[in-house]
């Protein structure tokens, strides 16, 4: 049972660049969720998606785009990219309508800005 | 507004000691889902287990075993007999609704825990 996959595992951009991010969910789930978390600090919920439409978001500027893809796959994109936007990046998959709303996690990717 | 406050930030043990994992939440609904993940050196969110707020009763499984209590809203997790595999960073959450459909997780700041031999 394929868990939840992210790539790439380490990225290092400059002020200013976009970056692409991107997460497979686990078998089975159809939802997708980001998170941002930055060093000695609780995860923080950017936004998620079902049925490729941006379901909830939280509290990040327009920088922060998604897409979900057909196959639930989905993107996080950061525009003009900040020092404070340096954290690990995570994705969690859940299933809509299952019966228990338990997201899970897949390993990070660690985002630095120079 | 909902919130979840770990107040131990770091929590050292010797191997074999029970150590118990604090967590204080906030909400206004009357229904709600809490979480504990465990986030070990490679960054990795394990999920650990869940409870629904109209579900007091506390169990245990295996070493791990919680103690929730609406009364103090709090959500608080016990290891027994610690083990080094145990140490990372514990995080507990509180789902927001919508529930069953992957509400957003509000996590609190964690507790690193350390588990010496």
């Known amino acids: 049972d394929a868990g939840v996959t992210q790539s790439p595992t380490h990225l290092i951009k400059t002020r200013g660049q976009q970056v692409t991010l991107r997460c497979s969910p686990k078998s089975g789930h159809d939802t997708v969720s980001w998170y941002q978390q930055a060093l000695g600090q609780g995860p923080q919920f950017i936004f998620q998606?079902?049925?490729?439409?941006?379901?909830q978001r939280g509290n990040f500027p327009d920088r922060f785009s998604g897409h979900q893809f057909p196959n639930y796959s989905s993107e996080l994109n950061v525009n003009a990219l900040l020092l404070g936007d340096s954290a690990l990046y995570l994705c969690a998959s859940s299933l809509y309508w299952g019966n228990t709303d338990t997201q899970y996690f897949g390993p990070g990717t660690r985002l630095t800005v120079l | 507004a909902q919130k979840v406050t770990q107040a131990q930030t770091e929590i050292s043990v010797v191997e074999k000691e029970d150590v118990t994992l604090d967590c204080v939440y906030e909400?206004?609904?009357?229904?709600?889902?809490l979480f504990w993940y465990k986030q070990p050196p490679s960054g990795e969110l394990v999920f650990l287990i869940r409870r629904n707020s109209f579900d007091e009763q506390n169990e245990i499984s295996g070493r791990y075993s919680w103690n929730f209590q609406k009364s103090t809203s709090s959500f608080n997790f016990t290891i027994t007999a610690s083990q080094v595999v145990d140490s990372a960073v514990y995080f507990c959450?509180?789902?927001?609704?919508?529930?069953?459909?992957?509400?957003?997780?509000?996590f609190g700041q964690g507790t690193e825990l350390s588990v010496k031999p």
């Open positions: 959450a509180l789902s927001e609704a919508p529930y069953n459909q992957g509400g957003k997780l509000i």
């Open positions: 909400t206004r609904d009357t229904t709600y889902y």
């Open positions: 998606y079902y049925e490729e439409e941006e379901r």
